[in-house]
């Protein structure tokens, strides 16, 4: 099994702040994935990202791979009470961390 | 069109009670996907389904724990004297094909609690 590590496990921030949440491994991934869960519901794919060094934006997020492709970012801009949930990281053979909640308070 | 939907949303059961909970994915969709999240984890792999294929159930924690899948659609994850740490919400997910880049649909979950 490929682990997949993300930090922080909890954010806590206000409307407006720029934040980053991380997610690594010891292991090569060919693809990784970001969802992200609201309370009550299943997680919705954010973004798949397959290049080493990729980067891919989707408005205010910013998602980027590794070089070596062990390790992912997402970086959020002016972030926004919408953007509250948890934010999973995939990786191939159906492994997901643990995640990362985000609450933004207006 | 619809989505991925699970049944029920909700389930209390006592421990030693045999419990089935069901999924219907989108229509196409040839792979299935059922996952556990406990309170502070993240999705844990049970089992999934690939066209005609012999499922992957490597993920399953007990042989207290069976799928099926009946003519390609229709799922029941079936858990059999359930214990108290079968508590978690079970999801489903289905997506086209059972290819490590493809999108994944989750339905809103089942939570389980044995008491």
């Known amino acids: 099994t490929q682990l997949l590590e993300q930090s922080p496990q909890f954010l806590s921030i206000q409307e407006g702040e720029n934040l980053t949440v991380y997610c690594n491994s010891s292991s090569v991934f060919s693809s990784l994935q970001w969802y992200r869960q609201e309370p009550g519901e299943g997680p919705v794919l954010l973004v798949t990202v397959v290049t080493g060094g990729e980067v891919k934006k989707l408005k205010r997020l910013t998602f980027q791979f590794g070089d070596a492709r062990k390790d992912s970012s997402l970086h959020i801009t002016a972030a926004q009470p919408g953007d509250t949930g948890l934010y999973l990281c995939?990786?191939?053979?159906?492994?997901f961390g643990k995640g990362t909640s985000l609450l933004v308070t207006p | 069109g619809a989505g991925v939907s699970q049944s029920p949303s909700n389930k209390v059961t006592e421990k030693g009670k045999d419990v089935e909970l069901r999924c219907d994915p989108i229509?196409?969709?040839?792979?299935l996907y059922w996952y556990r999240q406990s309170l502070g984890q993240g999705l844990e792999f049970l089992i999934y389904?690939?066209?005609?294929?012999?499922?992957?159930k490597s993920g399953l924690p007990s042989d207290r724990f069976s799928a099926e899948r009946t003519g390609g659609s229709v799922s029941t994850l079936t858990i059999q004297r359930t214990q108290q740490e079968d508590s978690a919400v079970y999801l489903c997910?289905?997506?086209?094909?059972?290819?490590?880049?493809?999108?994944?649909?989750f339905g809103p979950g089942t939570r389980l609690t044995v008491l």
């Open positions: 995939s990786g191939y053979a159906l492994n």
């Open positions: 997910a289905s997506s086209f094909q059972a290819s490590h880049t493809d999108t994944q649909y």
């Open positions: 389904f690939q066209g005609n294929s012999a499922p992957d």
């Open positions: 229509s196409g969709h040839t792979a």
